[in-house]
């Protein structure tokens, strides 16, 4: 039952890091088209979120391998 619980936990993190990851470069492109001079600015603010993104899946995997060992 841990290995089952331990895969979901790293399956979700990861789909939804995919997910959210998406939507940020999905947003930052459009404001890239919309005012081209701001880029360095949305730039630097999409590479924050997805640093603050993949945080979470890092933490699901460290979840996963704390079920797997009980």
Known sequence: MG?????IA???GAIGAGIGNGLIVKG???????????????QTLMFIG????????IIAIVIAFIVMGQ
């Open 3 to 7: 290995l089952l619980a331990a895969a």
């Open 10 to 12: 790293a399956g979700l």
């Open 28 to 42: 930052t492109l459009e404001g890239v088209a919309r005012q081209p001079e701001l880029k360095g600015t949305l």
């Open 50 to 57: 997805i640093a603050l993104v993949e945080a979470l899946p």
